[in-house]
């Protein structure tokens, strides 16, 4: 599986690079906008930069193919070819994704609700594709099913295509992911925070630090 970070704050981002296995980054404009004020180029750069070898994925936020075209030409001027562009599952955002593939971009299908986007974003070439899953839970669509749904279609044709799970509210939305059939998923640093630091974990760990002492002092 892949582990990646969903997060534009550069000081996070390096704090997860050095404790978390990651082998992604992923952003939007939701996500950027919290970083105001900032040169918008400038600080994909940054982020590409900390990235190294893993993979960056960039959200487009135009609306027609014709704009998506252009706006991921700019992206990739500015942080290079090898960029994955977040593109959403739309009529537009399909046309796009094809147009992408042929000329050999990275592709990753966002927005995704049901099932039917998935299979669209899969056979349209996307190298992956992101359900929106607590997102898909608000809105009583149930993400495991989904997700069981576009695995099975992708090991049983031999499509190339990865899920990338997003959108969670807890842990147990990321593990529940994994578990349905998800190839990889993205996290905000604050979810891992209250998983790693939660008093559940850190009354044990105090309580085996308490005990190692007393043994090491043999009384």
Do not use: W
């Amino acid at each position: 599986m892949e582990f990646m970070l969903d997060c534009a704050n550069l000081s996070d981002l390096q704090h997860g690079l050095d404790y978390y296995p990651v082998d992604g980054i992923t952003t939007n404009p939701s996500i950027l906008k919290a970083e105001l004020p900032f040169s918008y180029y400038e600080h994909l750069k940054a982020i590409k930069a900390l990235c190294g070898e893993r993979t960056f994925h960039v959200q487009l936020g135009s609306l027609t193919c014709e704009e998506m075209l252009r706006e991921a030409e700019r992206i990739q001027e500015a942080v290079g070819k090898d960029v994955y562009l977040k593109v959403p599952v739309t009529e537009e955002g399909v046309k796009a994704i094809k147009s992408l593939k042929k000329r050999g971009d990275h592709v990753t299908a966002t927005s995704i609700y049901y099932p039917i986007q998935g299979i669209m974003a899969i056979h349209s070439g996307a190298d992956y594709l992101a359900p929106y899953c607590n997102r898909m839970s608000n809105n009583e669509i149930d993400f495991r099913a989904a997700i069981s749904q576009l695995r099975s279609l992708i090991d049983r044709d031999g499509y190339s295509s990865r899920i990338l799970a997003a959108s969670f509210k807890n842990a147990a939305q990321v593990t529940q992911s994994i578990e349905a059939g998800a190839h990889a998923v993205t996290v905000q640093p604050v979810l891992l925070k209250a998983a790693m630091h939660s008093a559940l974990v850190s009354d044990a760990v105090d309580a085996f630090g308490k005990d190692q002492s007393r043994v090491l002092s043999g009384k």
